[in-house]
């Protein structure tokens, strides 16, 4: 019977392996997440970053402008808004940083999730420069008996749920992209209107993934270097991709909640902003 169940539960590590845990897919997990546009595009052939950013880069220019030409007419024509006696030049350096941020907000991205991505890198290959599954690694762990199988079920089971959630933050991700040139027309308000917060969520979001991503990858690492007559490799990996998952839970003060109990917090948040950013456009 032991057997049996051990020949069933190394069948079901090596369908996880072979098809959520390949090396291709964990080689782009930061591709995943952070290009999710692209990642989409090459999974699906269906490029819907492509399609949408150009609308939102037209749209959110547009209503810049609207905005520009509005807050001028107002505070310098009727004197219904704003003091008169200010100097025209500051709004003028508001509107260029609004076009200006919009233009190159997406470039920006790009470089900073390159630099995260080379730390994290260096990071992992300091424990290890293997973090990929192999037949012969999952012979081992059936060599081991039902208690070491369990064991990988059990990492694989939290690493399925790491893996959907990064696919679900790639597409937040790749929606809060798209909606940068709409939150750029608050930096039109001295207070900069919504983008402050906006790009404050974007980072947040930024930080959660990378420490998940980090422990993910660790826990991986750990993982792969278990040679199961000692079980300290197996149990911190696990323990890795335990607190990959939960630590944005632990965090949820400074980090994006996310799971369990945050999707009532989640909807109110987007709610709010979304009501926020309709009345910093219409403003």
Known sequence: MTFILTTLIIALISGIVS?????????????????????????????FFSILMPVTYGVGISLIILKFLKKMFDVYVLWTDG???ADPM?????????????????????????IC???TDTIISTISDNTNFTQEWITGLASGGIVPALAGLIFFICFLILLFSF?????????????????????????KGIFKGYLN?????????IVQITLCKIGITLMLGATFTTTMNIVMGIGCMISAISIPKLMREFLVPTGGDGKVGNTVFQSVHTVSLVKSILK
């Not at 098809?19 to 052939?45: E, R, W």
């Not at 500051?90 to 390159?114: E, H, K, P, S």
């Not at 696919?167 to 750029?184: D, F, H, N, Q, T």
């Open 201 to 209: 969520q974007i980072v947040k979001a930024f930080v959660t993934t």
């Open 19 to 47: 098809v959520f845990a390949n090396d291709t897919m964990l080689n782009a997990l930061y591709f995943m997440v952070f290009d999710s546009g692209q990642f989409f595009a090459d999974s699906t052939g269906v490029n």
């Open 117 to 119: 991505r080379e730390i």
């Open 83 to 85: 003091d008169p006696d």
């Open 167 to 191: 696919i679900s933050r790639g597409i937040e991700m790749m929606i809060m992209v798209v909606g940068v040139p709409l939150a750029c027309v608050g930096l039109l308000d001295n207070d």
């Open 90 to 114: 500051l709004l003028m350096m508001n509107f260029i940083r609004a076009v200006g941020t919009a233009l190159i907000f997406q470039w920006l991205y790009g470089l900073f999730v390159d």
